[in-house]
């Protein structure tokens, strides 16, 4: 089975300064990890994912994610935060077929003028 | 322009009373979602349906029950709501081949009394 444990359940930065939010995974297989977006009162929005490629990777809104497999992480980074990116962080795992994606308790993001 | 719609957004009813909250997608997605979504929990799988006529119990079925008659719709029914399942529920779809990459519905938020 797997799952994933986000470090931080509520993070708080000034605006134009780095982002970092966390996640830990736990797999019995090769992983495919994601970092979904829930802005408030809206649905949920793919930010970005690994999928067993390029270890370091870019979503939307100038987001990225590194997979470190040693440290079983897969840790969300923004070099300066915007206002617009309040939101709730939401870390998932799956693995390859048919299995369902499984949430992290998510990390609620604000950033402060 | 593609969307995952839900009805209704806000529902407010009373322990017992059947409900069906709608989920409709016009992506001709085959796989589809129930999640709810509670705080400091995250979100967690109430069922999913890969095709037609095919449904599969996810983490926290009890409650409830689905369908899928149609691609394009997966209802989601509650046959005597009680008040453990106050809470906010999402729709997702996706293709079955990057189930990760999910469209998310904006939510129904439900109140049972």
């Known amino acids: 089975a797997q799952s994933v444990t986000q470090l931080d359940s509520h993070v708080s930065v000034s605006e134009g300064t780095p982002v970092l939010l966390r996640c830990n995974y736990s797999s019995s297989y090769s992983p495919s990890l994601f970092w979904y977006v829930q802005h408030p009162n809206k649905g949920l929005q793919l930010l970005l994912k690994y999928t067993s490629a390029a270890t370091l990777v870019k979503g939307i809104n100038g987001f990225e994610a590194e997979f470190k497999k040693s440290e079983t992480s897969f840790h969300l980074t923004k070099p300066s935060a915007h206002m617009s990116d309040a939101a709730e962080y939401f870390c998932v795992v799956t693995v390859p077929g048919n299995t369902p994606l499984v949430f992290g308790k998510g990390t609620r993001l604000s950033v402060i003028a | 322009e593609a969307q995952v719609t839900q009805n209704p957004r806000y529902l407010i009813t009373v322990t017992g009373k059947k409900l069906t909250v709608t989920c409709s997608q016009n992506m001709n997605h085959e796989y589809m979602s129930w999640y709810r979504q509670d705080p400091g929990l995250g979100l967690r799988q109430i069922y999913y349906?890969?095709?037609?006529?095919?449904?599969d119990k996810g983490d926290v079925p009890e409650g409830y029950k689905v369908s899928r008659k149609e691609k394009r719709n997966f209802p989601l029914i509650l046959e005597s709501p009680s008040p453990n399942q106050t809470s906010l529920y999402f729709c997702a779809s996706s293709m079955l081949a990057s189930q990760y990459e999910q469209y998310f519905g904006p939510g129904t938020r439900l109140t049972v009394t």
């Open positions: 349906s890969m095709n037609v006529e095919v449904t």
